[in-house]
Structure formats: C-alpha cells, structure tokens
C-alpha cells in the first residue's frame, strides 16, 4: 500500500523504536503511549483490518503477542498487560493498517482502557442468540 504509514514503517522505509522483528512483523514503540511500554504488532503486509488478515498471519499475530508479553513482564516489570485491536473507525481505528496494541499496565497506573458496563437484558440477549444460531 503506497500511502500507508504502517507499511512503510514495517518495511523500515522509515525509522522506529523497533522492539522485534521477524520476517513477517515488527513490534515498535506507540508515539503516544498510554503507558511506559505502549508497543504495537505490525504485519509486514498491509491488511486494513483484522478481516482482511490472513488466517495464518493473524494466528501468527497472536503468537507474537505472547512472546511480547513474556518479555515486557520480565524486562518493564509491568504487572499486567492489554492486548487492543481496533477495526473501523468507530471502534477508534485511526490507522488503517492492521495492528495489536500491547499495553503494559503497573498497578495504580491510570490508563484508559476500560468501558462503563451495561446490562445484558433477556430480551437482547435472545434477539442476538437467534442471529448467531
Ligand atoms: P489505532 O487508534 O488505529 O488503534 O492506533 C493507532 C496508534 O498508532 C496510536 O496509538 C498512535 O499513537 C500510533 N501511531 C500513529 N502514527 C504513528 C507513527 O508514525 N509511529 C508510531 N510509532 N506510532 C504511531
Ligand atoms: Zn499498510
């Protein structure tokens, strides 16, 4: 993909705070981190979004997490990790080149990755049940 940030990024074309590499990704440091650690998983090859990946690369994606995690715990001390993937814009994709968040989080830290919980009601559950059976 010619104009997109992340391709280039990935490909080294420009230059990153890269933590790993390997033949199909590269993990860089986030520019704006959420918190000392902020890392995010770049596939090599451009796919917008989780549904465009590849089954093989997203299960590969997700290997790659949990190395990353291992790590991080070992070198940052976090005391626990996030793992965020946004699709669409809606869901606060702002860069539309597949990429996983990973989010070392320290206990007391304030990181804003959390959501107000609803109440799941009979009436919706059954609605959503139907369309998924
Ligand atoms: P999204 O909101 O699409 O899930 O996340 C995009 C992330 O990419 C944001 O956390 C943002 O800080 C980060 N980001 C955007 N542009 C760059 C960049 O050029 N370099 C790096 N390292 N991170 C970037
Ligand atoms: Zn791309």
Not at 24 to 44: C, E, M, N, S, Y
Not at 62 to 67: E, L, N, R, S, T
């Amino acid at each position: 993909m010619e104009n997109c940030i992340f391709c280039k990024i990935a490909a080294g074309e420009i230059p990153s705070a890269t933590l790993y590499e390997d033949e199909d990704f590269r993990v860089i440091l986030d520019l704006g981190p959420a918190t000392k650690g902020h890392a995010l998983i770049l596939p090599k090859q451009h796919a917008a979004n989780l549904l465009e990946m590849p089954d093989e690369l997203a299960g590969k994606a997700i290997v790659v997490a949990k190395k990353m995690a291992g790590k991080m715990k070992e070198v940052l001390g976090c005391d626990g990790l996030n793992l965020v993937q946004n699709n669409g814009e809606a869901a606060g994709q702002t860069v539309h080149h597949f990429h996983i968040h990973l989010i070392p989080r320290y206990e007391g830290d304030h990181a804003g990755v959390s959501w107000t919980p609803g109440k799941l009601t009979d009436e919706v559950r059954d609605e959503i049940l139907k369309k998924f059976a």
